[in-house]
């Protein structure tokens, strides 16, 4: 029943860190695409600066993904027999996917910032840079929650054990 | 609060697309040294302006006009499509303002008697009035015979006016009477919706400026404040601090009660300019700068609402304007210091 009850709660901490950060990017990345499409029906010639300022908030997902597959090798989901999982463990998996999840919700906000740098670029085209540095500032917080899952995966044996 | 933001990202992520194509300052230098309509149809390769420019306009400085507006008219068009449904006040405000050009043109082309076709040829399409109803106004041999034409329109208490124009001629009573209907409108529409807080107040300082210039326009015409009142838009609280006591002002007293005002420096400036040129045009230009410097406070105040839209509007108004000041100016033989200083602010 222990070992049942630490995979389940492994998973819904894999499930949360995909699921979460799989909304806040696509509303970020659905923002920024809004912008990037009125952009674009003004001036087509600036797809490429627009393309990479919707990509920006992609990356909380790609957190989310990371932090979901490394919860699930961890527990043997993946690559491996399912191991005997400690409810402790089973919690501290849960808390890293909760982290990452939680912390890409800042995708949104990117979404929002990356929208207006749209904006400011198809006005200027020199702020792209700017708007790219301004765009990455939300960023920061998802590292700082992947960073926080890791070092809880690695300290509970989930990494490395 | 993600709806607002989503609501408004597409049109003002595309009107700050447009900005980026406003003329800029090297080219306004250019366009101000041009002596003739070919050589700012010339000037105007490679802006939005371009396609609008036919082979007239070119060799005309009417038709190069009309091209210029009716650009302005398109863009004006395009953007109200992008409105979101629960910003209608500000998407009638668009429409609407090219029925009251059109009516301006109708009124001021029977007045100074001109031909139907020539009425019809100025006409700048994009307001709500469909372009057939606006081809039988100018059927209207008499300002009567338009007022009647209009019964059915928001636009029926023109008639309001009509005795007054009989009497004197002067066209202004029709044309403050026009504006008026279309802000006290705007006013009261624009109360209904909750949010759009940005444009109500654009729309109060607009109302606040149309009768002050109204004001201005007749004290400068020597008209009493009982010619003048019914032309006013009486929500207003500018108005109705400065009602007791400017009636019995002139010019420069008026301007002094307004001292606490945020009107008070510009139309000071105003003044120093009016004292040269004795033309009531530097208070309308002092006015509408304000305007413009209030839009641009809306914009930074709201970068996510219909701030953007409304700073927009109104610089591209400024622009549309300044060109067509450069027109007119080409077609007199001033030298570009001039035409210059005869221009508002030059954007960038």
């Known amino acids: ?161 | 609060m993600i709806g607002d933001i989503l609501s408004y990202l597409h049109v003002n992520a595309k009107i700050m697309a447009k900005e980026g194509k406003f003329i800029s300052s090297r080219r306004w230098e250019d366009l101000c040294g041009c002596s003739s309509p070919g050589e700012i149809a010339s000037l105007l390769e490679g802006t939005d302006y371009f396609p609008y420019l036919s082979e007239r306009a070119i060799n005309e400085a009417g038709e190069l006009e009309k091209a210029i507006l009716e650009e302005f008219s398109e863009v004006e068009r395009e953007i109200s499509k992008l409105i979101p449904k629960g910003a209608w006040p500000i998407k009638e405000y668009l429409l609407r303002r090219w029925d009251v050009i059109n009516l301006r043109t109708v009124m001021r082309g029977i007045h100074g008697g001109l031909k139907k076709e020539e009425i019809l040829d100025s006409f700048i399409v994009g307001g709500e009035l469909d372009f057939a109803f606006l081809k039988a106004l100018t059927d209207a041999e008499a300002m009567d015979d338009l007022v009647t034409l209009l019964a059915r329109t928001p636009y029926r208490s023109l008639r309001d006016g009509l005795d007054k124009y009989n009497e004197s001629k002067n066209l202004f009573f029709l044309e403050a009477l026009l504006d008026k209907i279309f802000w006290e409108d705007l006013l009261l529409k624009v109360l209904r919706p909750r949010g759009l807080r940005e444009f109500k107040d654009f729309v109060r300082i607009s109302v606040e400026t149309h009768n002050l210039k109204t004001i201005l326009r007749a004290k400068d015409d020597r008209l009493s404040s009982e010619d003048t009142d019914p032309f006013l838009i009486r929500d207003c609280r500018l108005l109705n601090e400065l009602l007791p006591a400017y009636a019995e002002e002139d010019l420069s007293g008026l301007i002094n009660l307004l001292e606490d005002t945020i009107y008070f420096e510009p139309l000071l400036g105003g003044q120093h300019e009016y004292e040269k040129t004795s033309s009531i045009l530097s208070f309308e230009e002092a006015l509408d700068n304000l305007v413009l410097k209030k839009a641009e406070e809306i914009r930074k105040g709201r970068p996510f609402g219909p701030g953007p839209l409304i700073g927009f509007l109104v610089s591209k108004q400024k622009e549309v304007r300044n060109l067509l000041a450069i027109v007119r100016s080409s077609e007199l033989d001033l030298v570009r210091d001039e035409i210059r200083e005869s221009l508002s602010s030059l954007r960038s």
């Open chain 1, 1 to 161: 029943m222990e070992l049942a009850t630490g995979i389940v709660l492994a998973i819904i901490g894999a499930a949360i860190s995909m699921g979460v950060a799989a909304i806040s990017s696509g509303i970020g990345v659905g923002l920024a695409g809004v912008a990037g499409a009125g952009v674009i029906s003004e001036d087509p010639r600036k797809f490429g600066p627009v393309l990479v300022l919707q990509a920006l908030p992609q990356t909380q997902g790609i957190y989310g993904f990371l932090g979901a597959v490394l919860i699930l090798i961890g527990v043997g989901v993946l690559g491996g027999e399912v191991k005997e999982i400690p409810i402790g463990m089973g919690y501290a998996a849960l808390g890293g996917g909760i982290v990452i999840g939680l912390s890409s919700v800042t995708a949104i906000a990117q979404g929002a910032i990356s929208a207006s740098g749209m904006g400011s670029v198809a006005k200027r085209p020199e702020t792209f840079g700017q708007a790219i540095v301004l765009a990455v500032m939300a960023e920061t917080f998802a590292i700082f929650g992947l960073l926080i899952a890791i070092l809880i995966f690695v300290g509970t044996k989930i990494m490395g054990g």
